[in-house]
């Protein structure tokens, strides 16, 4: 059975930080594409950032050089360490695993960024 677990989101003010978790079980995590996608309250879901198997990475140009996305794969898990967060970044943040064209999917873990 395939589960992808978040973690690590909450209230934080602009400026500040967090660090997102995502644990997968079920599927060959190593040779996996992963990726975080957030979702705003009326918008449509959008990818943050994604790491490939060999370790590229993309983002998207809202977080380049505030958000790192990395993976370990002897712990099956991908973060997402978001830095000088700011109102927009607020949205619930979804932990993505494609493999053979199939895509897995977390619960998502709530970001708010506010004053």
């Known amino acids: 059975q395939v589960q992808l677990v978040e973690s690590g989101g909450g209230l934080v003010q602009p400026g500040g930080s967090l660090r997102l978790s995502c644990v997968a079980s079920?599927?060959?995590?190593?040779?996996?594409?992963m990726a975080w996608y957030r979702q705003a309250p009326g918008k449509q879901r959008d990818v943050v950032a994604t790491?490939?198997?060999?370790?590229?990475?993309n983002y998207v140009d809202s977080v380049k050089g505030r958000f790192t996305i990395s993976r370990d794969n002897a712990k099956n898990t991908v973060y997402l360490q978001m830095n000088d967060l700011k109102l927009e970044d607020t949205a619930v943040y979804y932990c993505n695993g494609r493999i053979f064209r199939t895509d897995f999917w977390g619960q998502g873990t709530q970001v708010t960024v506010s004053s």
């Open positions: 790491i490939d198997g060999d370790r590229s990475t």
């Open positions: 079920g599927f060959p995590f190593r040779i996996a594409a």
